[in-house]
């Protein structure tokens, strides 16, 4: 059995959603390749090698979102202490450089998403984060550099 996939409730139903669509998909790709197939020669034949290879890129997502799924526990909310950072709470941080504020909320990789101030757990600022209280000033090793923040809210 592979690693635990921790999600939301949310989460786990879009990835749930995304994999109907792709089931849904088989049928079609199995009818380009028949209709590739009966054109004739499969050797020189560039519509049957592209319809295997679509086959074959669906058959892994597909894959890949079985495995998400049946490896997934999903997080109750409601049991989320938020005396410190850890997966699911929304930290709001000082940037002790330039002042600015900005909230993050730390989720699956599957369920991030920077527009919406949702990132991975397994990014350089979430590990950094993870474990800190209000309070807390932290440097964290990022590509560009070090940051370095002030932890000023908790909350879920």
């Not at 209709?35 to 004739?40: F, I, L, T």
């Not at 991030?112 to 800190?132: C, D, Q, R, Y």
Request: charged share 30%.
């Amino acid at each position: 059995m592979g690693k635990t996939t921790y999600l939301t409730r949310e989460g786990y139903n879009k990835l749930k959603k995304e994999l109907e669509k792709l089931l849904e998909q088989r049928p079609q790709i199995a009818k380009q390749i028949a209709e590739a197939r009966d054109k004739g020669d499969l050797s020189e034949n560039a519509e049957y090698d592209a319809a295997k290879e679509a086959q074959g890129m669906l058959e892994m997502k597909i894959s890949k979102l079985q495995q998400t799924l049946s490896s997934a526990h999903i997080i109750d909310e409601s049991q989320i202490d938020t005396s410190e950072v850890q997966m699911l709470t929304t930290v709001k941080l000082k940037n002790l450089k330039t002042g600015q504020e900005i909230s993050y909320t730390i989720v699956n990789e599957n369920e991030s998403n920077l527009k919406e101030g949702k990132i991975a757990i397994n990014t350089p600022i979430a590990k950094g984060l993870l474990g800190k209280k209000v309070g807390d000033k932290v440097k964290i090793q990022v590509p560009s550099g070090v940051l370095e923040f002030e932890i000023l809210d908790i909350t879920l």
